[in-house]
């Protein structure tokens, strides 16, 4: 239940992240399929290998006070986008490195935002 849960959570802010910023776009016609997706494969992305490179990122995020963070979970989305368009064709595109690094962004603030109100565990 609590992975459906950070689906769901998942699925909202990606879904912000189309909605607000200009670089991430669908260009398929099935804008909730590929938002859905996208999230799917970005969750499953953060349980498995995110944790491995938050590891090794250890010394550069310590070096950069945090921030390069953000640069892991910008490189997450663009593999979630990949892996979405690869095997499914869901039409998810990401046009730049900074619309990739301010989605990055929204999608956290937006999934902090949501687990605070929503507290899945």
């Given amino acids: 239940m ?10 909202v802010a990606v879904a912000a992240a189309v909605w607000l910023v200009p670089g991430v776009f ?3 016609d099935s804008t909730w399929v590929a938002v859905v ?4 494969l970005l969750s499953l992305i953060d349980m498995s290998i995110k944790p491995i490179l938050q590891l090794f990122s250890i010394p550069i995020t310590v070096i950069t006070l945090g921030i390069f963070y953000v640069v892991v979970n910008t490189l997450m989305l ?4 990949w892996l979405a368009n690869g095997l499914f064709g ?10 990739g690094f301010v989605a990055a962004l929204v999608i956290s603030l937006v999934s902090v935002i949501l687990n605070g109100i929503i507290d899945p565990d």
């Fill in 37 to 40: 997706l996208v999230a799917l």
């Fill in 26 to 28: 669908v260009w398929n």
């Fill in 90 to 99: 869901a039409g998810f595109e990401i046009a730049s490195f900074g619309s």
């Fill in 2 to 11: 609590n992975f459906i849960i950070r689906w769901i959570i998942t699925a």
């Fill in 78 to 81: 663009y593999l979630a986008a």
